[in-house]
């Protein structure tokens, strides 16, 4: 049998959860032999795999990309963990809500610019009008909150979801679904 297929997934946040997850410093190994990393910022695999047993999101919702991304990614998941307060709640990113996108956009790229005052219209992906948390896009298995979470909780939850256990340190829920 197969190691069970690991991957990480970085929306709009900071990576204070994928650095808090790097903090666990020599457990990582035990983890590589625990798993197969499939996906991540931290590696170099370009598109999502297929059939993922388990992927950690960090980040809200706030693109179109970032839309887009989480669809194809529950897609090809078996268990899908919101990793920090960005992905669980929408967070700091979640902070322009209330704000209409135009005038967000304006004191962002006009009113606060320095040189080519105005919205960027290359490279970066579309705001969407609302930030929203994953589970308001797609449905997840598994919360893990905090801003960031704790190094401990990341590992001992992963850690159970691989060897097909439930975690004892992550709320478990059916968001979504």
Partial sequence: MSAPRLATVWLD???????????TDDALLELAGLCTVVYSPL????EFPEEV???LVEGSV???EDEEK???????????VSLGDCAVTGNVPAMRTPFPLEEVL?????????LNPGPPTKVIPRL?????PVHEVVPVDVVIPGCPPPAGAILETVKALLAGQMPRVAELTRFGR
Avoid: N
Avoid at 106 to 114: F, P
Avoid at 128 to 132: A, F, G, N
């Fill in 62 to 64: 706030s693109t179109v």
């Fill in 128 to 132: 969407l009008p609302r930030v929203r």
């Fill in 43 to 46: 590696v170099d695999a370009k």
């Fill in 53 to 55: 047993d388990v992927t």
């Fill in 70 to 80: 989480i669809t194809k990614v529950r897609g090809r998941t078996r268990i899908l």
């Fill in 13 to 23: 946040g900071c990576s204070g959860c994928h650095m808090s997850f790097l903090d």
């Fill in 106 to 114: 304006h004191r962002a790229y006009v009113e606060t610019a320095q």
